[in-house]
């Protein structure tokens, strides 16, 4: 990645350069790359390529892709339905192609996914080599930054979800609760209700969590179609007087299709601990049976 970028300037010309990465390229990393202070880019827009007709499908994948590093032992791999919609989340502008297939409702409410995905993404219907879009005006703003807040998740925790496209199968909501999560009952609404359609089809979710049985640590949870990461963020031990506070416990974003938003409310709750089990403390819940593993990312598709 940084080696690619690094010869950006030596064929940038006039309005600059258009370059094309493959499609397991980590958007995120080449925000950091290309809009890195002292990489000598300015990164303008990203642009994501997305199958209108084999989107939803695509974020049910439960494929890696495999990413090679210098010993095979130590190659990392992601999964491709997170690479994804990543794509989508971060991207300026997403261009849909492949739509014809659809109908005028099934198209609707893929356009209104992706925009719950990324509010703050312009949508463009691909029609052809000659499409308007390729020759429209690049974004107004400055461009992008190392740190970036357009992903439709964030801006539902930061009280800012104000999709331009709607549909009424599509929907989103932020979830909060102050109580640890019991593991057992985690793991078996994620295995047992959500991954079989009880609420809908829960397409992405994102934030942050605390298990029970570590309710010191703070994890960003980590959900796509039938894959879902909780990876650990830090420990409320190693917290200084002027760190921020990442989340008290739960603070998830939740974008899906046909969702029962008050019934899924109430699964989450029904997962934290109840009042006998949060007064036992941290010593009684070391003993709650935790199904995740020591570094937590789970495969439900397993």
């Known amino acids: 990645m940084t080696e690619a970028v690094s010869f950006v300037p030596w064929c940038t010309r006039g309005a600059g350069a258009l370059v094309e990465f493959p499609e397991h390229t980590d958007v995120t990393e080449l925000i950091g790359v290309g809009a890195a202070p002292g990489s000598g880019l300015t ?33 990392p791999h992601t999964a491709r339905a997170l690479l994804t919609v990543m794509g989508i989340e971060f991207a300026s502008t997403v261009v849909l192609v492949n739509w014809e297939p659809l109908n005028t409702p099934e198209l609707s409410s893929v356009m209104g996914l992706v925009n719950h995905l990324s509010p703050r993404a312009r949508l463009r219907l691909h029609h052809g080599d000659q499409d308007p879009w390729l020759h429209a005006a690049p974004a107004t703003d400055a461009g992008y930054d190392v740190a970036q807040e357009r992903s439709g998740w964030v801006t539902l925790l930061n009280g800012e979800h104000d999709p331009w496209v709607t549909d009424p199968h599509v929907s989103s909501l932020r979830y909060e609760n102050v109580r640890p ?4 009952r985690l793991g078996d609404l994620l295995d047992h209700r959500i991954e079989t359609g009880e609420f809908g089809t829960v397409l992405r979710s994102a934030g942050f969590c605390r298990l029970a049985t570590r309710s010191h640590v703070i994890a960003q949870w980590n959900h796509v179609g039938r894959m879902i990461c909780l990876s650990p963020l830090a420990r409320d031990e190693d917290m200084g007087e002027r760190d921020e506070l990442l989340a008290l416990g739960q603070d998830l974003g939740i974008i899906g299709l046909d969702l029962d938003v008050p019934a899924l409310r109430r699964a989450f709750d029904d997962a934290a601990l109840t009042d006998d089990e949060l007064a036992g403390g941290p010593a009684a819940w070391s003993q709650f049976h935790d199904p995740f593993p020591a570094r937590p990312t789970a495969d439900r598709a397993d």
């Open 181 to 184: 999560l019991h593991p057992q």
């Open 43 to 75: 990164l303008r827009e990203v642009v994501c390529v997305v199958d209108a007709a084999h989107l939803i499908a695509d974020l049910h994948r439960t494929d890696y892709v495999i990413h090679p590093a210098s010993h095979p032992a130590h190659w």
